[in-house]
């Protein structure tokens, strides 16, 4: 089943797209191409909306209180009640928030709001770097404000009625401030330098901003761990004893050397559990949560980081990473020939082209591309889950992985019956009895 946000998309992409390029370039006396753009735009924000809410529908039809025969012996009668009232609760206020987003944001192009706070940088400065930082600053600013109330409800009400918050105000607040803090740096920095680029080097803007924008990924991919995470979260290596020798061990058997092993104190926002791997070559660690730790034997933590050392053994690291670049160079070059582009600005109801209208234009027109991409990608990192789940069967203990996954869907209330379109459409990993089935034909 394709969705009808998906057959807009194809649409959209191999019908509309080539007869709009036709007219952008060729300019018709009859047609207002910058109305039509603008009701493009409107119907890609619209059928989006409507398609995410259908697809959490369809998962709404898989929802019961009475135990399927699939996930008994997973979870008990009384935990799967609880999982179920977790899944409910969280589908009404995603519906709720998902809502209010959706309005905000066809309220701004409807009512030109993205061309009212164009006016208001233009009118601070006449540095097309400082607008540009002005205006998504105001946008980006207002919008999270806009989201506290949902975030402290999410937080504070629902995570914390089924057991799982233990964030206090002060560490929530002490985030948002960060956050707005490394986004401005960060975010701010990554687009000022952007902006230069394509101010000295025009027609080669695309290729110089994604030697750019390859670089910081990489250097992020190496060193967030030790730069982006200390500023939330408390890492320590792991001290010494059976875990960490253990760990050690099955690395050795396999080639993997491991000679960086943390907790991250999760449990300062909640009781989840988790563990990941990041970095390359030396900068290489393993992050064990300390609510992970607290929950799970030590082959059962073993045969996790198994997982997470076969994704590192199969080059899946490096396939994702090189797809994301190879990615981001394609969108950059279709955007570097429209960026200036009259149309674009014009459906946004600004007259003279600037790079932060034409950016905010192309990145609607672009998401029903990046859907159908991000369809592949998401089959492809499931047939890469199924492989780092036989590397961790195969060099160690299947039925350890099994636990192990079971305990991590219990303790954080998966949801373990999804609907099989959701499943296709957002689920980046196999479902939990999925992979317990294809861990079935290791055991002894």
């Known amino acids: 089943m394709t969705g009808p946000k998906l057959l807009l998309s194809v649409f959209i992409c191999f019908v509309l797209y080539p007869k709009?390029?036709?007219?952008?370039?060729?300019?018709?006396?009859?047609?207002?191409?910058?109305?039509?753009?603008?009701?493009?735009?409107?119907?890609?924000?619209?059928?989006?909306?409507?398609?995410?809410?259908?697809?959490?529908?369809?998962?709404?039809?898989?929802?019961?209180?009475?135990?399927?025969?699939?996930?008994?012996?997973?979870?008990?009668?009384?935990?799967?009640?609880?999982?179920?009232?977790?899944?409910?609760?969280?589908?009404?206020?995603?519906?709720?928030?998902?809502?209010?987003?959706?309005?905000?944001?066809?309220a701004m192009f409807l009512f030109f709001g993205f061309a009212f706070v164009d006016n208001l940088a233009w009118g601070y400065t006449s540095s097309a770097i400082l607008a540009a930082l002005i205006f998504f600053g105001l946008i980006m600013f207002v919008s999270d404000l806009l989201s506290i109330p949902f975030s402290v409800y999410n937080t504070f009400v629902i995570e914390e009625k089924y057991g799982f918050n233990k964030t206090t105000p002060k560490t929530f607040v002490f985030d948002i401030l960060k956050g707005w803090l490394i986004g401005g740096l960060i975010g701010g920095g990554l687009l000022a330098v952007i902006i230069l680029i394509y101010e000295k080097t025009q027609n080669m803007f695309w290729v110089y901003t994604w030697i750019v924008i390859s670089a910081f990924s990489i250097f992020m991919?190496?060193?967030?761990?030790?730069?982006?995470?200390?500023?939330?979260?408390?890492?320590?290596?792991?001290?010494?004893?059976?875990?960490?020798?253990?760990?050690?061990?099955?690395?050795?058997?396999?080639?993997?050397?491991?000679?960086?092993?943390?907790?991250?104190?999760?449990?300062?926002?909640?009781?989840?559990?988790?563990?990941?791997?990041?970095?390359?070559?030396?900068?290489?660690?393993?992050?064990?949560?300390?609510t992970l730790i607290e929950e799970m034997k030590t082959e059962e933590i073993v045969a996790v980081l198994a997982h997470e050392i076969g994704h590192y053994k199969k080059k899946h690291v490096i396939q994702g990473l090189l797809i994301s670049l190879i990615q981001t160079g394609i969108v950059l070059f279709i955007f570097s020939l429209l960026i200036n582009n009259a149309t674009l600005s014009q459906a946004l109801g600004v007259e003279v082209p600037n790079f932060h209208i034409?950016?905010?234009?192309?990145?609607?027109?672009?998401?029903?591309?990046?859907?159908?991409?991000?369809?592949?990608?998401?089959i492809l990192s499931r047939k890469n889950e199924y492989q780092a789940d036989t590397f961790a069967a195969k060099n160690y203990k299947p039925e350890a992985l099994s636990s192990a996954l079971k305990k991590l869907s219990?303790?954080?209330?998966?949801?373990?019956?999804?609907?099989?379109?959701?499943?296709?459409?957002?689920?980046?990993?196999?479902?939990?009895?999925?992979?317990?089935?294809?861990?079935?034909?290791?055991?002894?």
């Open 20 to 106: 709009l390029s036709l007219a952008i370039f060729v300019p018709s006396k009859k047609t207002n191409m910058h109305n039509i753009l603008f009701w493009i735009i409107i119907g890609i924000i619209v059928v989006d909306f409507l398609f995410e809410k259908y697809l959490d529908y369809l998962n709404t039809k898989t929802m019961s209180d009475v135990l399927p025969k699939e996930v008994k012996g997973i979870y008990d009668e009384e935990k799967y009640k609880k999982q179920q009232s977790y899944q409910r609760e969280n589908q009404k206020f995603g519906l709720i928030s998902g809502s209010f987003s959706f309005v905000l944001t066809l």
């Open 410 to 444: 219990v303790k954080n209330l998966s949801n373990l019956t999804p609907h099989k379109t959701y499943v296709f459409f957002h689920y980046s990993h196999p479902t939990l009895l999925q992979r317990l089935n294809h861990l079935k034909q290791f055991n002894s």
């Open 358 to 378: 034409g950016l905010v234009a192309f990145g609607i027109l672009y998401s029903p591309v990046s859907f159908i991409l991000g369809i592949f990608i998401n």
């Open 221 to 290: 991919a190496m060193f967030y761990s030790n730069l982006i995470v200390p500023l939330f979260n408390k890492q320590t290596p792991l001290e010494e004893g059976e875990l960490r020798d253990s760990i050690k061990s099955f690395a050795d058997k396999v080639g993997f050397k491991l000679d960086n092993i943390f907790v991250i104190n999760g449990s300062k926002r909640s009781t989840k559990a988790n563990a990941y791997f990041t970095g390359f070559g030396a900068k290489k660690r393993i992050v064990l949560y300390d």
